[in-house]
């Protein structure tokens, strides 16, 4: 889940090298995306041991779920949204969306190692956002 926020970083920094190297092509963006996803999967693939069909479940749930997290980002930046929270919003959306469809694919002791890399502590934090929205 870290790795989430690692594309996230990705994006904003093309946006700040747009500006400083020029514009890269939607090719060179595709390829860094399609990178950081093989990245999050074989380290996934190390951590947990994975077999080839849990890999290829996990790859196609973090490139389905980061795609539609991208395609709103950019449309809300499209649409000039200012408010941050609606980005965390979306991110926490989609955040949960995958580590639902991981506990479905991951055995008991993969899942519990899985919790331990940090997607416990990010859960917990979503969690904590969405109390505090409905609180509001």
Known sequence: M???LLI????????VALAQEGPKTPEQREKEFYEAI????NRLTEQLDLADWQ?????S???????EMQAEFNSMSAAKYA???LFYDVQDKWMEKMYQAMHKVFDEEQWAKYLKTGAAREK?????RAAKKNRL
């Open 2 to 4: 870290k790795k989430a």
């Open 8 to 15: 996230l970083l990705l994006v904003a920094a093309g946006r």
């Open 38 to 41: 093989e990245n999050q999967v």
């Open 55 to 59: 890999v290829f479940y996990v790859d």
């Open 61 to 67: 749930i973090l490139t389905h779920d980061y795609r």
């Open 83 to 85: 408010n941050s929270d």
């Open 124 to 128: 917990k934090q979503r969690d904590k």
